[in-house]
């Protein structure tokens, strides 16, 4: 078990720039999930996989932010024309779907938007 | 809506001092309860979790019980160590929203010599 992985860790770009994090769950979770976490905040859920299928986004997810599981595998998640609101740490955590469902969480990609 | 009430920090104790970190919780289905820690420089660890009424967690020393009527689920440690120092997040989900997670704010604890 090599737990939840994210890359890259830390990432700084211009207004306006696409950037795109990627999440490699533990093998055999079929959940994963996205969240963002801003300083002295909890994380804030904002989409989830179960496999390949896409099946909840939250209002806070705008038409700039799109996330992708192909083959129910790693995860990427694209933020289009970034903005400076949109630095955070973008979290990743896996689960399966039975169970108690607790979730595991990678270490983050932390966004710097300058 | 489904939500975590967390008491607010920073919290500072002194070395095996007893810890409480007040949780409350508002759930429209029946949820499961969480406890994570975040070390300086780290991921979200789990530490402890209650999957039903009356349920107590329990790790490293730290415990907290889920207590419906009150709709709670307090952390307590009975002495806390240097290496407690961390920010602690309640947390709670729901089958019917598919397990998605709601934090809490966050409590900084920390412990000094």
């Known amino acids: 078990d090599t737990g939840v992985s994210q890359n890259p860790r830390h990432k700084i770009t211009k207004r306006g720039q696409n950037v795109t994090f990627r999440c490699d769950p533990i093998?055999?979770?079929?959940?994963l999930y996205w969240y963002r976490q801003t300083l002295g905040q909890g994380p804030e859920f904002l989409t989830y996989?179960?496999?390949?299928?896409?099946?909840?986004k939250s209002r806070l997810l705008s038409d700039r932010f799109s996330a992708e599981r192909p083959k129910g595998s790693f995860s990427t998640l694209e933020i289009q024309r970034t903005e400076q609101g949109d630095s955070a740490m973008y979290l990743c955590?896996?689960?399966?779907?039975?169970?108690?469902?607790?979730?595991?969480f990678g270490p983050g990609t932390r966004l710097t938007v300058t | 809506g489904d939500s975590v009430t967390q008491m607010e920090g920073p919290v500072t104790l002194s070395e095996e001092a007893f810890l409480t970190i007040n949780c409350t919780y508002t759930?429209?289905?029946?949820?499961?309860l969480f406890w994570y820690v975040q070390y300086p420089g780290e991921g979200l660890q789990l530490l402890l979790k209650?999957?039903?009424?009356?349920d107590k967690g329990s790790n490293k020393g730290f415990e907290a019980t889920y207590r419906k009527e009150t709709t709670s689920f307090h952390l307590e440690k009975g002495s806390v160590q240097v290496s407690d120092s961390a920010v602690y997040f309640c947390?709670?989900?729901?089958?019917?929203?598919?397990?998605?997670?709601?934090f809490g704010t966050g409590t900084s604890l920390t412990v000094i010599p």
């Open positions: 955590a896996s689960s399966l779907a039975q169970g108690a469902y607790e979730q595991y």
């Open positions: 093998s055999e979770h079929n959940r």
């Open positions: 996989f179960q496999n390949e299928a896409q099946l909840e």
């Open positions: 759930a429209t289905g029946y949820p499961s």
């Open positions: 209650a999957t039903k009424a009356d």
């Open positions: 947390a709670l989900s729901v089958a019917n929203t598919g397990n998605q997670f709601y």
